[in-house]
């Protein structure tokens, strides 16, 4: 996708990296990182946002522990100068960073139990349940993966949060198929990603896409 760069780390760092990371962050993101319950999800909090910090600093030109973040109402976080957004699953982050797009990305380990709940049915449009019922039993996973994080990346990107309802807008989600969106998008763009093995995700960005 043209004028948005991606990247993809572990969050799982050893301990002198970690510490460095750790220095990048402000008060608030350190009281942040202390509640969360589990020592294995403060740590992976850590090295995104210090990441996060390093990337943004290298596109600004300024030290990363400088970087001051603003949000908008649905608690999107912005800096100026530079669009980027962030998603993390399990032990992997993707970074989505544009000088002149508006991006969203999302990433999500494969779990079929979670697919195979009533989600659909609950977020998904009326097309898109009937397209993702329609598939042989042994796509469907992949399927509901693909629309899944399609749908997240085109919320983040639009920065709304949930006042932006998951059923309003179509995409495609047939294994195969190419990512797109089939209706209530507008001028937007989204391109599929396999970032590792057992991992899907999408990128969406402002404007129309070219390759």
Avoid at 39 to 53: D, N, S, T, Y
Avoid at 160 to 183: I, Y
């Amino acid at each position: 996708m043209t004028g948005v760069d991606l990247f993809c780390h572990s969050l799982d760092v050893d301990a002198s990296r970690l510490n460095a990371l750790q220095d990048l962050l402000t008060a608030d993101e350190r009281g942040r990182a202390a509640r969360f319950h589990f020592e294995k999800h403060r740590r992976r909090f850590i090295a995104a946002r210090g990441m996060l910090r390093e990337l943004l600093g290298q596109y600004l030109a300024m030290d990363a522990a400088a970087i001051e973040f603003s949000y908008n109402p649905f608690g999107k976080p912005a800096v100026d100068g530079v669009y980027f957004n962030l998603s993390h699953s399990d032990n992997l982050a993707l970074y989505a960073v544009s000088r002149t797009r508006e991006v969203g990305v999302d990433i999500e380990r494969v779990n079929p139990a979670f697919a195979g709940e009533q989600i659909p049915e609950q977020y998904f449009s009326p097309a898109e349940v009937k397209i993702l019922r329609s598939l042989p039993k042994d796509r469907q996973i992949e399927g509901f993966f693909n629309c899944w994080t399609r749908k997240e990346a085109y919320i983040k990107a639009r920065g709304l949060g949930l006042s932006l309802e998951l059923d309003s807008f179509d995409v495609t989600l047939a294994p195969g198929d190419p990512a797109a969106f089939l209706r209530g998008a507008g001028d937007w763009s989204i391109e599929a990603l396999e970032p590792a093995p057992g991992f899907v995700g999408a990128v969406v960005a402002a404007g129309t896409a070219v390759r």
